[in-house]
């Protein structure tokens, strides 16, 4: 099974700066990773897949990067909406699985 | 438009066997290009992949339930299906069930999720 891991569990920002999360696979799984954002009490919703490909209707200020074992979700200016969970997945292998998800949080 | 709706008992006694079904609407379950998958959140905790399966029947399982999972798929019906044996406190979460791609199984299109609490 291909363990994920997303640092920090928390991260402080302030409105309008960038934030930048990291998920870090136990093994390679390619470019094969996608991000997940949860507002509270809300379905997950897919933000990026293909490391780096934004799903229908992502805004551009979200970018991911990375491949093989390390990968980046970028927000490059924190709007008040983006104050939530975020979520990395592999599906290169199965089992499917997540990380522990990184809270964004206001500064 | 694809809309994805769970259905079941939201309260589930200690050692019995959560059922729940997946209504799919907008779109087709027989379509090849697709898996359809379940994952499940704890309370204020994170997400968990139970097992997903493909209109023929193929199916995959998270090995720490596999012992105690089935997933089937009523294609009449355009719905999917789970059932978890043995239910515990540890198995009180919201269930959510999804669209993956057949080749690039993420998660493109959730239900609304299904909050089932295992209680006496």
């Known amino acids: 099974e291909i363990v994920m891991t997303q640092s920090p569990a928390t991260l402080s920002v302030s409105p309008g700066e960038r934030a930048t999360l990291s998920c870090r696979a136990s093994?390679?799984?390619?470019?094969?990773l996608a991000w997940y954002q949860q507002k509270p009490g809300q379905t997950p919703r897919l933000l990026i897949y293909?490391?780096?490909t934004r799903a229908t209707g992502i805004p551009a200020r979200f970018s991911g990067s990375g491949s093989g074992t390390e990968f980046t979700l970028t927000i490059s200016s924190l709007q008040s909406d983006d104050f939530i969970v975020y979520y990395c997945q592999q599906y290169n292998a199965w089992p499917l699985t997540f990380g522990g998800g990184t809270k964004v949080e206001i500064k | 438009q694809l809309q994805l709706q769970e259905s079941g008992p939201g309260l589930v006694k200690p050692s019995e066997t959560l059922s729940l079904s997946c209504i799919v609407s907008?779109?087709?379950?027989?379509?090849?290009?697709?898996?359809w998958g379940w994952i499940r959140q704890p309370p204020g905790k994170g997400l968990e992949w139970i097992g997903s399966i493909y209109y023929s029947g193929t199916t995959y399982y998270n090995p720490s339930l596999k012992s105690r999972v089935t997933t089937s798929v009523n294609t009449s019906k355009n719905q999917f299906s789970l059932k978890l044996t043995s239910v515990t406190a540890a198995d009180t979460a919201v269930y959510y069930c999804?669209?993956?791609?057949?080749?690039?199984?993420?998660?493109?299109?959730w239900g609304q999720g299904a909050l089932v609490t295992v209680s006496s």
């Open positions: 093994q390679s799984v390619g470019t094969n």
């Open positions: 999804a669209r993956q791609g057949q080749w690039l199984p993420y998660f493109d299109h």
């Open positions: 907008g779109g087709s379950i027989s379509s090849s290009s697709y898996y």
């Open positions: 293909g490391a780096s």
